[in-house]
């Protein structure tokens, strides 16, 4: 069970999984994040490992052994800074030994590990404040500054250590500044709660940005003070609870934005502040997308602002009629709902269900310019009276259960420039009256159940790049002239009556008409024939059906249903999206699968998607086991799962397959070791103190969740590098479920197979007691990077951050004891570390 290097010693010996057994992985990784060494490099070999390792070293010669790179961070940092980052570093090795007690009994759990890592980690960002910040509490001398902006996506010249990015806590110094009427602190990493008296001190404030960072809690109650304010930008947080109902007293506000957070409304008490939101008539914006808004919109939707333009709500759970009242709103140009669960209702007193088509009032906005609702249950037709949209640009209905005809009124919005309706129902043929729209740049029909033959008179749309027809019924000759002429701007595979076209298509030539000599000879083949044939092929059909059956009940798993509703994909969207799983598209490759990236839509983010080999023998149980694992689980250090397919490939064999959100970042392994030869390349990334502290405490709320805060206590059993993944943000999230189980009680259980309790470990792991000589020669075996680092630190933080990198690697110990009783848990682990980066961030 589990990867050398990383599993518990126990497991050697046949040992029970055990949460102890993920808290001495994780702190293996902890140690490998601030050494920069893999537990499987030559260096531990025979009775040495990578525990032994940073015992023998710890504390006194820590920086001896920590990661170059840290090394030399630490030598450029402040000398009042050096102390505190010799402390944090110290306090997380503390807790990774901790973690790595011989016995399992011994070791923290994540609950520890978890509260501990935030500690060092406050400690440490307050430390980074007090000190990079110091010009900031300067600008007390300046009483009539207007506009402070610090924003983390762009360059700043203060290295390493920008002014405010991955600093932590609010800085309150800003806080003195009562003239400002700017504030922009976007993307900065900045944690913690908003000052409650952020707009009581600031009350000239106009726009205020802090997207993009990690604020937590409910919104500041005393932002209904900022009477001023014009553009508010809370998106890209944590911020949790109700939208206040006192938002109406910002009657100035022109721009609110408060996506991708985690923000609620259930009930019709919980959507109060919309009428509240009527009181802001100049609102123009309005976003509450990649919320955990869910149930119905209220009708006080339609009651905002005459003067909103642009209305997201995309990517909830909002569920039941569209919301009414949205005719209303006369100068929306964009709406975007998509991705959330409207369907029909079920009206009580006839028990049938009421279908919700696509409101036909939404296409009376005369200036509507953009409609998104994709990824949702619609059903129903398109309405006719959609020609009445002029102004139309974009119109996004994909992946729902329209149906009927597509209108021919469609062609009478001259504006369009896209058109998305795949994934439907939709039949009947392709209208004409498309060739009208001359701005079209767009169309995508493809999966539907369109018939008939293509308009030739696409072809004069000049515009067009992109024309995915794929996957219909459609048949009769591909017409020859514009964009039909570029077969890589042109999808029409799947449409098995389609004939001619250029010859970069490959399909077959249309044949010619029979002449009369031929018909006699055609007559006898239709009457004698081709009954004989379908006979044939009836029965063939048959038997093979009857042996697929019985195949499949004797080797199936039922695929485990998701509490959340995932949108559907097939095989032949997930064939499109990686361009037919072609290598260029290949990213990563494991025991059961790959892994592949791609895009399902052209407008959206890339995903990544996990394919599992099926012909390899506990490949289907991996993938049932990751299923089981990620249908009850939500955490911001998880890797979020989008949707899963079980279906068939064009083969007709099972086909298996999980579509993840993309981490752009790649996995943890591969950031520390770029090169192959890591050791002396200087092509390796920089990865500062800052960063490896925030990744060892991502991981460490991941186990703490699955082992203490779900349902049932999760257990990883496979936690390394290569499963530690990250985004833009450099924000760990722990995957690869395959060999999960879950705990209940006393009673263990796989996930790919409740009946399976045994514990296989790939190869010999020995692990001995730890040596007395913990912790003397720490500095002697840290990576390089770390002790240059450490080197142009200030003497006055020099100690600090010594003390620092012991106490991380003291917790590393902890948790790679070798005895499993012997290991801290994760909740031990999680509270060390925490308390290790609080002080690191104090000191500097």
Not at 387 to 400: D, E, F, H, P, T
Not at 764 to 774: C, K, L, Q, R
């Amino acid at each position: 069970m589990g990867t050398i290097g990383y599993a518990a010693p126990e497991y050697a010996g046949g040992g029970q999984v055990s949460t102890a057994a993920d808290v001495y992985s994780f702190g293996v990784v902890l140690f490998e994040i601030f050494i920069r060494r893999r537990p499987t490099d030559d260096i531990f070999k025979d009775e040495l490992n990578i525990v032994k390792f940073i015992e023998a070293s710890f504390p006194g010669r820590v920086l001896e052994i920590v990661d170059p790179q840290l090394l030399q961070e630490l030598e450029e940092t402040p000398m009042a800074l050096k102390e505190k980052c010799s402390e944090c570093l110290l306090s997380m090795l503390n807790v990774g030994l901790s973690c790595t007690k011989p016995s399992p009994g011994d070791r923290i759990n994540m609950q520890e590990v978890a509260a501990k890592l935030h500690g060092i980690k406050d400690a440490y960002l307050n430390s980074i404040v007090s000190s990079s910040l110091a010009t900031l509490h300067r600008y007390d001398v300046f009483p009539t500054l207007i506009a402070l902006s610090v924003n983390g996506t762009k360059e700043i010249d203060v290295k390493p250590y920008p002014v405010i990015q991955g600093a932590g806590r609010f800085p309150q110094a800003i806080l003195n500044l009562s003239t400002l009427t700017i504030l922009e602190l976007a993307a900065n990493g900045l944690s913690g709660e908003v000052p409650p008296n952020l707009f009581t001190s600031l009350p000239d404030l106009q726009i205020l940005f802090l997207g993009g960072n990690l604020f937590l809690g409910h919104l500041p109650s005393s932002f209904t003070n900022a009477s001023n304010i014009q553009a508010l930008d809370l998106s890209r947080n944590n911020f949790t609870g109700l939208m206040p109902t006192t938002i109406g007293k910002l009657t100035k506000l022109l721009s609110l934005n408060l996506e991708n957070n985690e923000l609620q409304a259930h009930n019709r008490e919980d959507w109060e502040f919309l009428n509240s939101l009527g009181n802001c008539t100049e609102l123009q914006m309005f976003s509450m997308g990649y919320n955990h808004l869910s149930g119905h919109v209220p009708s006080s939707l339609g009651n905002l602002s005459s003067q909103l333009q642009e209305l997201y709500l995309t990517n909830n759970q909002l569920s039941g009629d569209f919301p009414s009242g949205i005719a209303n709103l006369r100068n929306l140009i964009f709406v975007a709902l998509g991705r959330n669960n409207f369907t029909g209702v079920v009206p009580m007193w006839i028990g049938t269900l009421k279908a919700v088509q696509v409101p036909m009032e939404i296409f009376r906005i005369p200036a509507i310019t953009g409609i998104d609702l994709s990824f949702n249950s619609l059903d129903g037709q398109l309405p006719t009276g959609i020609g009445n949209a002029k102004q139309l640009v974009i119109l996004r209905v994909s992946s729902n259960k329209l149906s009927g005809d597509i209108p021919n009124t469609l062609g009478d919005c001259e504006s369009l420039e896209g058109i998305e309706l795949d994934s439907n129902i939709f039949s009947g043929s392709i209208p004409t009256s498309l060739a009208k729209i001359s701005s079209l740049k767009v169309l995508n029909l493809s999966t539907n159940n369109l018939t008939g033959s293509i308009p030739a008179s696409l072809g004069s749309l000049e515009l067009l790049e992109d024309l995915d027809l794929s996957f219909n019924h459609l048949n009769g000759e591909v017409p020859t002239k514009g964009i039909f002429r570029n077969a890589t701007t042109l999808k029409i595979n799947g449409n098995q009556g389609l004939c001619g076209g250029v010859k970069e298509l490959h399909i077959l030539a249309c044949s010619d008409v029979p002449s009369n000599s031929t018909r006699h000879k055609e007559s006898l083949v239709l009457k004698v024939v081709i009954p004989i044939a379908c006979v044939v092929s009836l029965a063939v059909v048959i038997f093979g059906y009857l042996l697929w059956i019985r195949k499949h009940n004797s080797k199936s798993i039922s695929l485990p249903s998701f509490s959340t509703k995932l949108p559907k994909v097939s095989f032949n969207d997930l064939t499109r999206a990686t361009a037919g799983f072609s290598t260029p598209n290949l990213i990563g490759r494991g025991r059961y699968s790959s892994v592949y990236q791609g895009k399902l839509l052209e407008d959206q983010n890339e995903v990544a998607i996990k394919v599992f080999n099926l012909e390899i023998r506990g490949a289907h149980k991996s993938f049932i086991a990751e299923c089981n694992a990620l249908r009850n689980v939500r955490h911001r250090n998880l890797v979020p799962i989008l949707t899963a397919c079980s279906s068939i490939d064009s083969k007709g064999n099972d086909f298996k397959a999980l579509v993840y959100e993309l981490m752009p970042r790649g996995d943890l392994h591969k950031l520390l070791y770029s090169t192959q030869d890591y050791e002396c390349s200087s092509d390796l990334n920089l990865i500062m103190m800052a960063q490896r502290i925030s990744i060892v405490v991502d991981v460490a709320d991941a186990l703490e969740y699955l082992h203490h805060n779900n349902q049932e206590t999760m257990i990883h059993c496979d936690l390394k590098p290569s499963n530690i993944l990250l985004d833009d943000n450099m924000t760990a999230h722990v995957g690869d479920f395959g060999l999960s189980r879950f705990k209940v009680g006393s009673t263990m259980s796989s996930l790919g197979n409740p009946n399976s309790s045994s514990v296989a470990v790939m190869g010999t792991i020995g692990y001995a007691a730890p040596e007395a000589s913990f912790p003397g020669r720490v500095l002697e075996i840290v990576d390089p990077q770390l002790l240059q680092e450490l080197e142009e630190t200030p003497m006055a933080l020099k100690e600090k951050c010594s003390e620092c990198l012991l106490s991380m690697l003291k917790v590393g110990l902890s948790c790679t004891k070798p005895s499993p009783g012997d290991r801290i848990n994760m909740q031990e682990v999680a509270a060390k570390l925490h308390g290790i980066k609080d002080a690191y961030f104090d000191a500097n």
